[in-house]
């Protein structure tokens, strides 16, 4: 299952979705909204997407899971618009009958995921300061 | 021929707009885009050279051809991570 979505991620229904009989490890990834980056306090994230784009993108990153693993199930999950601190902004959830298969499977869509997908964030300080998140791919942060 | 590009997040706003259009020559590229923004635009100019540019929701390199029924989209860098 492969979605963008506006409304809150019911992660549990994704891990339930991803389950099979055929496999005895679930691993689910979620990536929250966190309040401190370095000393500089985020109130929220807005998510901005290319949609089409994403969601082809998000379809070829499961595509490469079966590929390289005997992959069962498989969600990717992506909000958008504003989150509060604390919201799931990603969730990934990856079935496989052994679970060093399940945790490397999901270690990789979501390490792809914010490394290809276009969906970028808005960083919203306590005063109201706004920056769009595009790091220097140089720079090691 | 003119071409509709797709902007988003930070390139969105500096430009002030989702979309813009360019008039180019048949053959134009990538690189063409690039370079008929950047002067357009040249509060976006550095972002604009920082980012990839998608045709029909793949990444291109500067030396791909478009044509007026491509889809044509700035991607500015994605965060990347939390590392």
Redesign the interface.
């Known amino acids: 299952m492969i979605q963008l979505t506006r409304d809150p991620i019911d992660h549990a229904a994704l891990t339930e979705l991803v389950r099979k009989p055929g496999c005895g490890a679930v691993v689910t990834f979620l ?1 929250t909204v ?1 309040d401190l980056t370095g000393n500089e306090e985020t109130v929220a994230l807005e998510y ?1 997407a ?1 949609p ?2 994403a969601e ?2 998000m379809a070829t990153i499961a595509d490469e899971l079966r590929d390289r693993w005997p992959v069962a199930g498989v969600a990717l999950v992506h909000r958008l618009g504003r989150l509060d601190v604390g919201e799931v902004s990603v969730a990934v959830a990856v079935s496989t009958p052994h679970r060093p298969d399940a945790f490397a499977a999901c270690r990789y869509a979501i ?1 792809r995921l ?9 960083d919203i300080g306590p005063a109201g300061n706004q920056e ?6 140089s720079a ?2 | 021929m003119i071409l509709q590009v797709q902007l988003f997040a930070r390139v969105r706003e500096l430009i002030g707009d989702e979309c813009c259009s360019l008039e180019l020559s048949t053959g134009s590229t990538v690189a063409t885009i690039r370079s008929a923004l950047g002067s357009r635009y040249p509060q976006a100019k550095d972002l604009i050279a920082r980012s990839a540019v998608a045709v029909n929701c793949e990444f291109a390199a500067n030396e791909r051809v478009v044509d007026d029924v491509d889809e044509i989209a700035v991607i500015p860098p994605v965060s990347g991570g939390g590392r």
Do not use: C, F, L, S
């Open positions: 990536g966190r901005e290319y089409a784009m082809q993108m390490d914010k490394e290809v997908v276009p969906i970028w964030k808005k769009w998140i595009h790091p220097d791919a090691t942060n």
